[in-house]
């Protein structure tokens, strides 16, 4: 079983970046197809991006494509998102995820979920 935990949301300005992590524990996150999701306000928990076990494949959803970027290191066992040019629609719970399907759009994907952290994204 691996355990994963966000870190890096915060309060940040229409326009501006914030680096996302998500550190491993328990297992070597080398084993694991990686994902980040969403979940906003009253919303349902969304798709942002997939890396695969090894970092040479990426998949991003529409909305962030072009703004965010998915990659991994896997001697540190942590996962990174980082996000440019952040807009107000952004702001939501993220959260990293570890699965054995690579490249998965779908929640049922992924097996182990962090607590996920809080970013907010002011007009």
């Known amino acids: 079983q691996v355990q994963l935990v966000e870190s890096g949301g915060g309060l940040v300005q229409a326009g501006g970046s914030l680096r996302l992590s998500c550190a491993a524990s328990?297992?070597?996150?080398?084993?694991?197809?990686m994902g980040w999701f969403r979940q906003g306000p009253g919303k349902a928990r969304d798709f942002v991006a997939a890396?695969?076990?090894?970092?040479?494949?990426?998949r991003y959803a529409n909305s962030v494509k072009g703004r965010f970027t998915v990659s991994r290191d896997n001697t540190r066992n942590t996962v990174y998102l980082q996000m440019n040019s952040l807009k107000p629609e952004d702001t939501a719970v993220y959260y990293c995820?570890?699965?054995?399907?690579?490249?998965?759009?779908?929640?049922?994907?992924?097996?182990?979920w962090g607590q996920g952290t809080q970013v907010t994204v002011s007009s």
């Open positions: 890396i695969t076990r090894n970092g040479g494949n990426t």
């Open positions: 995820s570890a699965g054995s399907r690579e490249l998965g759009s779908h929640t049922s994907l992924y097996d182990y």
């Open positions: 328990g297992r070597a996150l080398s084993g694991y197809a």
